[in-house]
């Protein structure tokens, strides 16, 4: 699903092998502001489909990627990990999300989190 100008909501469908392939497929340029190479991001969106069954289920017009998760991590070691990569992908999550946040604070959210949103500003 994408978001237009003005709260309209569309449903899309990408002929891709795998939903993070379809980032790049359609030429989503959400974060641009940060990386201008959208298959760096499908790349790191692949790695989650793997390691956690992550799904993409929502891009916006405005930099928004909304995952669904199967499988979050189950541990503390992992959680931080995977907080740190989530940092990496998106710093923006923390810098003006959550600017308080610490890494391990955020982790303890991922130990639970079955959707995962990132925004780039």
């Not at 891709?16 to 030429?27: E, I, K, S």
């Not at 993409?56 to 990627?65: A, E, F, K």
């Not at 955020?106 to 959707?115: F, G, H, Q």
Request: include cysteine; glycine fraction near 10%; charged fraction near 20%.
């Amino acid at each position: 699903m994408t978001a237009r100008a003005g709260g309209e909501v569309r449903l899309g469908l990408v002929a891709t092998r795998r939903g993070a392939d379809a980032l790049a497929a359609m030429g989503w340029g959400g974060p641009a502001n940060y990386v201008n190479d959208v298959a760096k991001v499908s790349a790191v969106v692949r790695s989650w489909e793997d390691r956690f069954g992550a799904r993409v289920i929502y891009l916006g017009d405005h930099s928004t990627l909304i995952l669904t998760v199967a499988a979050p991590p189950t541990d503390i070691a992992t959680a931080e990990l995977v907080a740190a990569e989530h940092f990496a992908f998106c710093p923006d999550n923390y810098w003006q999300g959550a600017p308080d946040e610490t890494v391990a604070g955020y982790a303890m959210k991922l130990l639970s989190e079955r959707i995962w949103r990132f925004w780039w500003d």
